[in-house]
């Protein structure tokens, strides 16, 4: 296999003014991920400041309601600052500082990984400034002066669609200024190697610990796991360490907006095809002369054209699957799992309730699925409640 | 000899970008020889992409103007089959890799040569990815121009042995657009790499006025002009032509 693919995908298709920044930061990496002092330093921040392990907790309404396969929900809403998104953080701005980096710029979509940039610069002394498409900012409106109150300094972008491949574009961009004391704390297992086996290595203490925690609380391990993906980091880290154990179903949930056969969606494997952006060989949701597709999900973390490489072997391999939800579906997940379990979900996170809702009663009472609950819901409650017509300000 | 090498035989030369389809298909067509009957050396033409990452805000709107108007890669083919037989001046195309990968890259190569392109600019591709292309296109006979940055360092060496036509030698650092000043830095790269290759260099990236491209070619073996160009088009539309000519004939006789 050549260097930073996965199959045919991955790679490292960037510009040429990139390539001593990305090859800095895989020299780093490789030498950094098997240091015991940073990964002391690191699994500190960790337990310490996340608030790492996260809990695996038995859904006993939402089982009961449904009927069929024990649910069990893996708790990554509860980290400090309220989305898995910290976990590759930490270790991103760990190891830029490392590298004697002073400055994390970063893409946002729904702001989960601008608040956890901006958290983790405050915590690291550096500088942050953060990338948000301007549609974004207003879906968002909370997250982005979450992120202000942080010190960051977030750019509304205007170029494109105004979502979250524009932020990417734009966070690009700004690397190719100012590369010297600038890191680029990728928010997804997305973008040119290294950085999707960089943030996949840093979400895969999610399945580690799912393993764990299974195996102490059932004797064994389940028989699905269940993420939402838009780039895919969450559902990457929730995978990962059950990838060899083929009994484990993994299935990946995509945003298919108002239905995938409607052009308003970002199922990118429901409708994508085999292309070269933002750095790697994957799949991606474009037209016949390679133009990135406008895409539209009600969540703004899943509102992405593409999708890691890894995801995209997954596939290909038949080793995941990938199933897409559509807005109303995970609108109503949203509610279901506030009411049901007291736990408020975000909507992207809500995409993978909504698939656990129509696999669970189709499997036995003596099976088990995991669902990642990648993130926390209040974010989204303003979003939510214009969706049901309600009108009120935050 | 490759026709692109050949443009810098002659003197310095002077590279003009504009992008392809705007504001239309017709005024990319007239510019091309206008700019050709002006002094242009080779010219790019940049084929609009959704999500150009290395372009700054000019081209950036260009690209959604040309697209807006409906300009497409078999478009730009069609015209460019045409205009290649009216002017001598080598064409080349600038896009990004997904548009040529999902035309189809073989098929998209093909029709390259068989419309008169002498060579491609895909800034998205560096020296470890460039196996997508480089074998279809020698047995093509276009060049796939490679490109060296400031950041480049030890491997602008690299690059430099196995170039085609010219290195495309990005001035600064940052995407394309016009700069107040353009430092000295891609020069002492320019040393190293003459040591190694007698392949043309040509800089481009934010020069817009005489003096950035005197300074710019006194160093160099040409200059490579496209954000102060596709403003101009942009400010004047369709009406652009004299403006883009005026301003290519004064950049052409302070690039010696």
New interface residues.
Partial sequence: MRKGRFGEYG???????????VQELEDAYEYYKNDPQFNKELDGLLRNYAGRPSLLYFARKMTLDLGGAKIYLKREDLNHTGSHKINNVLGQALLARKMGKTRLIAETGAGQHGVATATAAALMNMECEIFMGKEDTERQALNVFRMELLGAKVHPVT??TMTL??AV?ET??EW????SDTHYAMGSVMGPHPFPTIVRDFQKIISKEIKEQMLEAEGRLPDAVIACVGGGSNAMGAFYEFINDSSVRLIGCEAAGLGVDNPKNAATIANG???????MKSL?C?D?????APVYSISAGLDYPGIGPEHAQLFETGRAQYVPVTDSEAVEAFEYLSKTEGIIPAIESAHAVAYARKLAPQMGRDKIIVVNISGRGDKDVAAIARYRGVDIHE | MSRIKDAFSDGKAFVTFITGGDPDIETTERLILAMAEEGASLIEIGIP???P??E??VI?AAD?RA?AAGC??DKLLDMVKSVSQRTDVPLLFMT????????GREKFIKRCAECGIAGIIV???????KG?LSGLCEENGVDLIS???????S?AVM?AREARGFLYC?SS???TGMRSEIGMEIGRLLVKVREVTDIPCAIGFGISTPEQAAKMSAISDGVIVGSAIVNIVAEHGKDCEPYVREYVRSMKSAVK
């Fill in positions: 790679g490292q298709y960037i510009p040429e003014i990139l390539m001593s920044a170029s494109g491949k524009d574009n690009l961009r190719t200024r100012r590369i095809t085999v292309g070269i952006f933002h750095g991606f474009q016949e002369y390679g133009q990135i | 992409f959704s999500d990452v290395a700054g805000p950036q959604e697209l497409t890669t990004y890799l997904n548009p040529i990968f999902t035309y800034p998205d591709m560096p020296f470890e990815e997508e490109m060296i940055a400031p950041t480049s360092d491997r690059i990005v650092l940052g995407v």
